[in-house]
């Protein structure tokens, strides 16, 4: 079964729940194959949400056909460092920096950091820090890529909105 086909049984149960799936991978170990699914919300994403999409992706029939009975099903929130699997993704998190690793050497080098400054539908665009230049890459040249949060501004709002 390809990644499309798996979108296919994952997703509608996802929706079911008020959510959104962010994303998912698997991952063949030597003795089990773990299926991590990442789930998002616009209101919010809590344990309960994780426990009942799993819940109910445990009675699909056709992951288990697909994984074997012996899988590991991990749900979960995307967190604060998501992980993007889609260049749509992006485009909420321009001004934000990113980390991320290519597949290929690019000028010696896989991989890289810095500001998103702009996306389209296959290309986005960093400005390092220090430098006022530009550098384009494609998503799909990808290996992975993540949000880098600025962790001190995160609990300056966190302690603000304690207040």
């Given at each position: 079964m390809n990644k499309d086909e798996f979108k296919k049984i994952i997703e509608p149960v996802v929706n079911r729940n008020d959510c959104m799936l962010w994303g998912f991978e698997i991952l063949?170990?030597?003795?089990?194959?773990?299926?991590?699914?990442?789930?998002?919300?616009y209101k919010g994403v809590d344990i309960n949400d994780c426990e009942n999409v799993s819940k109910d992706l445990g009675y699909e029939p056709m992951l288990d056909l697909s994984l074997g009975d012996n899988y590991v099903l991990e749900v979960s929130t995307p967190g604060v460092d998501r992980k993007f699997f889609d260049i749509l993704q992006l485009g909420d998190y321009i001004g934000e920096n990113l980390e991320f690793k290519t597949r290929e050497l690019i000028e010696g080098k896989r991989k890289f950091s810095g500001k998103l400054i702009n996306c389209?539908?296959?290309?986005?665009?960093i400005k390092k820090n220090d430098k006022s230049i530009s550098k384009k890459?494609?998503?799909?040249?990808?290996?992975?890529?993540?949000l880098k949060p600025n962790y001190?501004?995160?609990?300056?709002?966190?302690?603000?909105?304690?207040?």
């Open positions: 063949r170990g030597k003795k089990r194959t773990t299926l991590r699914i990442y789930i998002d919300s389209d539908d296959s290309y986005f665009s890459f494609k998503f799909s040249d990808l290996d992975l890529c993540k001190n501004n995160l609990i300056k709002e966190y302690s603000y909105e304690k207040q």
